[in-house]
């Protein structure tokens, strides 16, 4: 009997995961390397969606202080964590701890797992630290995963974007994202979007994989739809195009209505 590949991804995410890195991964803080390592892993903790750098603590620029013991409730946390949560969130037990620098000291950057397979390791808070690095190239938002891929289609299909009847988006040229694990995502060139019903918003998000997003509102509903104008490599093709919620807006492809997906954006945004 054949099996969904996503449930097999699913049916992992309540165990302690890692994977080597394979890359030179390093960290600032405030333009100070606090880690520089070739031996870097990820790891996704129990119900985690997004993985975090462990490196072993000899590669770490300082010594780890101020100890506390985790030992998490796992029935009282959300059945998904994502990076929302914050780093401080745990669902396996360890020991937190600061990282103290000749720079200063580095708060809630620090998390070593009871677990044998990751001894010598810390997890590493991304958002104690300023800036990452891949080898030469730096990275945003979380670390990047090779289990996670996006492909932009150009498609001819016919694309019609509504709210409450309202067209908002009307196009024969969109470019369709597919990315791991998300709904398929369309976007569409401005000159095919009503941009006099869009106000434009101060909302800005990170993509490790697309780069840093715009938003525009439409009415009462907030951040509605978003563009990338700078994307990162494979996102390249969509740039300076716009893709709207299909959680909070009505897609007709080739005539044919599209059932908005159920995600975590699926919360009213108004």
């Not at 520089?36 to 202080?65: C, H, K, N, Q």
Request: charged residues 25%.
């Amino acid at each position: 009997m054949s099996v969904q590949m996503m449930s097999v991804l699913a049916g992992a995410m309540r165990d302690l995961r890692q994977h080597p890195a394979a890359v030179r991964v390093r960290a600032e803080k405030d333009g100070t390397t606090v880690v520089d390592t070739f031996a870097a892993r990820l790891v996704w903790e129990p119900r985690r969606i997004v993985s975090a750098y462990a490196v072993p603590v000899a590669d770490i620029g300082g010594t780890l202080v101020n100890p506390r013991t985790v030992s998490p409730e796992v029935r009282s946390l959300p059945p998904v964590l994502s990076p929302r949560q914050g780093f401080a969130v745990h669902s396996a037990a360890g020991t937190a701890y600061d990282v103290e620098t000749a720079a200063g000291t580095v708060h809630d950057a620090a998390f070593v797992l009871d677990d044998p397979d990751l001894e010598g390791y810390a997890v590493l808070n991304w958002d104690a630290f300023t800036r990452w690095f891949e080898e030469g190239e730096e990275v945003r938002g979380h670390p990047r995963e090779p289990f996670h891929s996006i492909r932009c289609l150009p498609s001819d299909r016919h694309v019609v974007v509504e709210v409450d009847g309202q067209v908002l988006a009307d196009t024969t040229r969109a470019v369709m994202l597919v990315e791991t694990t998300l709904p398929a995502r369309w976007y569409i060139p401005r000159e095919d979007v009503r941009m006099d019903l869009l106000a434009p918003s101060d909302s800005h998000t990170i993509c490790a994989y697309k780069g840093q997003a715009s938003y525009w509102s439409y009415g009462d509903v907030e951040d509605i739809v978003w563009t990338y104008d700078d994307p990162r490599h494979e996102a390249a093709p969509v740039r300076g195009m716009l893709s709207f919620y299909a959680e909070h807006t009505d897609y007709i492809v080739d005539g044919e209505r599209i059932a908005r997906p159920v995600t975590e954006w699926s919360q009213s945004r108004t």
